[in-house]
């Protein structure tokens, strides 16, 4: 995932669907992301794979993008897909636009997070998210990524290109290069069965949140 000091937005952009609300009841959606583990990365051409490179650098202020929805009823989150399209990611630890900071060559999992409104007090974007009763979150393996200031990997730059709305001037003209390069990525053959090109993956489950009985359910 490309990070810049000046903040670049996420793509894919990650978007959920949220089952299990109190219709009446008003929620913040926010998400933030954090470290997989403590180590730094490299990656390594000859044999196309990330190698841990040593510790991890200093930890960053904690950043937190709050959905420009928040607060909404259950009923209005429920009925639509959650999309967090706008939120950025930058290198910069003395950002002052609210962007979500991380550090490069390093692995990074994203969490979102459901917060009843009379939980929510203190939730801020500059503060962790608060915890207890009222709150809940949810994280996928899928939206594992590490962070670069440049694309490592020829593959990777290319499906970006050719699916990124914001790469138009990056794509070449004519299907010749398009048609060849997306048979060489099987692994992301999902992405062109007609799914959305601002979708992350398609999440296994859709978060089931508050209240507590709520129930998980397959993905449509």
């Not at 939120?87 to 999992?109: A, F, R, V, W």
């Not at 009763?133 to 290109?161: C, D």
């Not at 390069?181 to 979708?199: A, D, K, N, Q, Y």
Request: proline content about 9%.
């Amino acid at each position: 995932m490309i990070i810049t000091k000046a903040g670049r937005r996420m793509f894919p952009a990650m978007r959920v669907k949220i089952s299990g609300l109190d219709p009446h009841q008003q929620y913040y959606i926010a998400m933030d992301i954090v470290p997989v583990d403590n180590k730094r990365y490299r990656y390594v051409y000859h044999s196309s794979k990330w190698m841990v490179a040593g510790n991890a650098d200093s930890p960053v202020p904690p950043r937190v993008y709050i959905h420009p929805d928040s607060p909404a009823s259950g009923e209005t989150w429920m009925r639509q897909v959650i999309s967090f399209d706008k939120l950025k990611l930058t290198n910069n630890e003395l950002d002052d636009q609210g962007h979500i900071i991380l550090h490069s060559m390093h692995k990074y999992q994203p969490r979102v997070h459901v917060i009843r409104k009379d939980c929510g007090d203190d939730l801020s974007p500059i503060k962790p998210v608060p915890s207890g009763e009222g709150v809940k979150a949810f994280s996928f393996p899928e939206t594992v990524f590490t962070t670069v200031t440049a694309y490592q990997n020829q593959q990777i730059t290319r499906l970006k290109i050719d699916r990124n709305p914001f790469a138009k001037g990056f794509r070449d003209s004519g299907r010749n290069r398009k048609h060849k390069f997306l048979h060489v990525t099987p692994r992301f053959r999902e992405w062109r069965s007609g799914h959305s090109p601002s979708s992350f993956v398609r999440l296994p489950l859709l978060l089931a949140c508050l209240p507590s009985g709520a129930q998980h359910q397959p993905a449509v």
